[in-house]
């Protein structure tokens, strides 16, 4: 059962049994927002290219970074699927992913902040069916799902972190507009949700 979060909402990752979960999918999906008006029918729609992004942290500080130019942490634990350089067609699936191993993460990894930022430089109002989601890789059901909410005149936004909490996970929201092209531009956002 999908749990649907509000800004700063959190939910632990432990299965329903109790186990913990072991694999977790963080999926983006959007589309961009029809463009309306005379010069809209002329030059046709827009293309939006929103980048998923995870900041591995150690004690407040970068260990690894996973982006569009580094798909693979060094350790191996966090895999980004590709770049998508459009969005979807609004068949409500992933356009990009970023598959974490929980159990490979390493010890000292202790926080992983997901971000989403508009390459291209867009603000969200031309963005429509934006959402980041976590699944349980292991069986393909959806946990939780964020809805990056209508609009806004900014470019990116912190979209939720994974952090130790005690033996296991917790998935906490952030929901927090940014401004920036890429994820260097936001840790000054990113910092006070450490």
Known sequence: MSVDLSKGEQISLTKS??????????????????RKGFLAKLTGGSEIDLDASAVLFTSG????????QHLTSDDGSVRHTGDNLTGGAGAGGDDEAILVDLAKVPAHIDQIV???????????TQVQNAFCRLVDE???TELARYTLT???DHTAQIMAKVHRSGSGWQMKAIGEPAVGRTFQDLLPSISPHL
Not at 20 to 28: E, N, P, Q
Not at 61 to 68: E, G, K, L, P, R
């Open 17 to 34: 049994d109790g186990s913990s979960l072991t694999s977790v999918r963080m999926g983006l999906g959007w589309q961009a927002a029809p």
């Open 61 to 68: 500080q970068i260990a690894d970074v996973i982006f569009f």
């Open 114 to 124: 997901f971000t989403v930022n508009s390459f291209t430089g867009q603000t969200f």
């Open 138 to 140: 292991t069986t393909g």
């Open 150 to 152: 209508g609009g806004g």
